[in-house]
């Protein structure tokens, strides 16, 4: 803020003091001749200027008339005196401004007469100019209709009735929101300029180029894939109203760092709220994406990642991308929209309002992922059943007794990485990649980790076990050479030959006890 101060500052001292009109001035300036020239073929519009005050002009400079009239793409200079009128009203700014802020967009209202392709919207607030300073200079530039600029050197001439700025081009008449919209190819251009809207005031039906002063909502071209079976299901009446709730009955601005927050009504009759988190700017589920510069005859066009629902108005305050707002909604690229309320709903299913949200609103790649992961999981469910079946099945042959939990093998195992998350391709270049990452690969580490360490186990009962039936074996060969009872006896006393039987009975047992200590830690 005090930087923007002293720039202005610097522009203050060095306006060139002039105490005349501005025809008068504009006659001073070598660089404006043709622009003098110009104005003189038309008394009209130069006494209508020479009446004005508290006012910027933008004066195109004579490289500007070179370039348009060379130019095939753009129109020529107009020679309709109307045409001359609205051509260079729009370069009449309401208000003097001596210098710009290089960190915002600034919204300018302009003076614009409507001429023969215009509607009254022209002339009710519509029509505007943005302007921005730049960082390291005093250079201005302004953006017209088409996201066209102009640039000026910064440095205003004073006369009696305000300011003029000298720009290299000139400015371009916004044209109509189809126009603007399609230029950029938009996918909701025709539609969303063909819904009829009824204001919910008057309750007349209009269209969107009827209106002025507002503010469109414009979804990216994916957005509207994402629900395109949604869209597809509604009737014309139902997508009519979509559009109308993303029409807000005022212009906003939108800086990424000062966006005004709050609740705004919609031509819907609902509202919508404008809040930020996570370093973005959000309307309700969608994420705005758009520049505030993108203007049109009526107002303000922003594009949004995500499509608004009049039935779904819940907000995250901790969002950190869009979310979809659409029950069952499913990505089609190449969907129809409604064009009347008769025969939009396909085969098979029937005319439903705009769907609320569900609880989840997961789109069909999130579900496919869901799926093959619960898949994966019931087959490693079905083989662990399979698994400890066959091996109960086993000790019981080997004579074990499977009641005894002590030498159980544990009934789970643990379960790793099992991850399911959305994935969102990028979409623009000026959208942000979204923050919900990629399907993760079905890894159960921790089972290789436990599988390796029954095979272990295992081996280790096996050698276990033949030692053991070993030394029974020898035990009884012993005992039976003796012509003793074949029962293992642990003789404490001494004695002739109480000594072998000792060391045999105390290796038996120390065997055993290992075996069992073994079972135990597993």
């Not at 370039?67 to 095939?72: E, F, G, I, M, W």
């Not at 569900?358 to 469910?381: F, R, Y």
Request: net charge negative.
């Amino acid at each position: 803020m005090l930087r923007q101060i002293l720039s202005a500052a610097t522009l203050l001292a060095v306006v060139t003091a002039q105490n005349e009109g501005i025809i008068e001035t504009l006659s001073t300036v070598p660089e404006l001749s043709d622009l003098v020239t110009y104005l003189d073929k038309y008394p009209g519009l130069t006494t209508w200027l020479q009446g004005l005050s508290d006012i910027t002009f933008l004066a195109p400079s004579n490289d500007a008339f070179a370039a348009l009239a060379d130019s095939s793409a753009v129109p020529s200079v107009p020679v309709d005196e109307i045409d001359a009128e609205a051509l260079l009203s729009y370069h009449v700014l309401d208000g003097t401004f001596y210098g710009f802020g290089y960190d915002e967009y600034i919204h300018l209202p302009t003076a614009m007469l409507p001429h023969a392709d215009a509607n009254e919207s022209m002339v009710t607030g519509g029509s505007m100019v943005i302007a921005r300073g730049s960082s390291w200079s005093s250079a201005v530039t302004f953006t017209s209709g088409d996201l066209e600029t102009s640039e000026s050197d910064g440095v205003p001439l004073n006369f009696t009735g305000g300011v003029i700025y000298t720009i290299n081009s000139f400015l371009t008449l916004p044209p109509s929101f189809q126009q603007t919209a399609e230029a950029r190819d938009m996918l909701g251009a025709q539609p969303f300029a063909d819904a009829v809207i009824t204001v919910p005031d008057t309750l007349e039906n209009v269209t969107i180029d009827d209106l002025s002063g507002v503010t469109i909502f414009l979804p990216m071209n994916y957005s509207l894939q994402e629900i395109g079976n949604v869209i597809e299901n509604m009737t014309k009446s139902e997508f009519d109203r979509l559009v109308a709730y993303h029409i807000i009955d005022e212009v906003l601005e939108i800086n990424p760092d000062s966006p005004p927050n709050g609740y705004y009504s919609t031509y819907e009759g609902t509202g919508v709220t404008i809040f930020s988190s996570n370093d973005f700017v959000f309307i309700n589920n969608a994420r705005i994406v758009g520049s505030p510069n993108w203007i049109f005859r009526g107002g303000m066009i922003y594009t949004i990642y995500g499509v608004l629902n009049p039935r779904n108005v819940s907000i995250d305050a901790d969002a950190s991308d869009a979310e979809i707002a659409f029950a069952g909604a499913t990505y089609t690229p190449d969907f129809t929209f409604p064009t009347s309320d008769s025969g939009s709903t396909p085969t098979g299913s029937s005319p439903s309002a705009i769907p609320s949200a569900s609880s989840s609103g997961l789109s069909t790649g999130a579900k496919a992922g869901i799926g093959v992961a619960l898949a994966a999981l019931l087959a490693v469910l079905i083989g662990f059943c399979f698994f400890v079946h066959r091996r109960r099945r086993s000790k019981r042959e080997l004579g074990h007794d499977t009641t005894n939990t002590k030498y159980q093998y544990p009934t789970s195992y643990p379960l790793k990485d099992l991850e399911v998350s959305i994935s969102h391709e990028e979409l623009v270049a000026n959208a942000a990649k979204p923050a919900r990452g990629p399907i993760k690969e079905f890894t159960p580490s921790g089972w290789r980790i436990a599988s390796k360490r029954h095979r272990s186990l295992e081996a280790a009962d096996i050698c276990m076990g033949m030692a053991i039936v070993h030394l029974r074996l020898t035990t009884y060969a012993m005992e039976r050479k003796r012509h003793r009872p074949p029962e293992v006896e642990v003789d404490c006393g001494e004695g002739e030959g109480d000594g072998e039987d000792e060391d045999v009975n105390e290796s038996q047992y120390n065997l055993e006890v290992l075996y069992s200590v073994l079972h135990s830690h597993r």
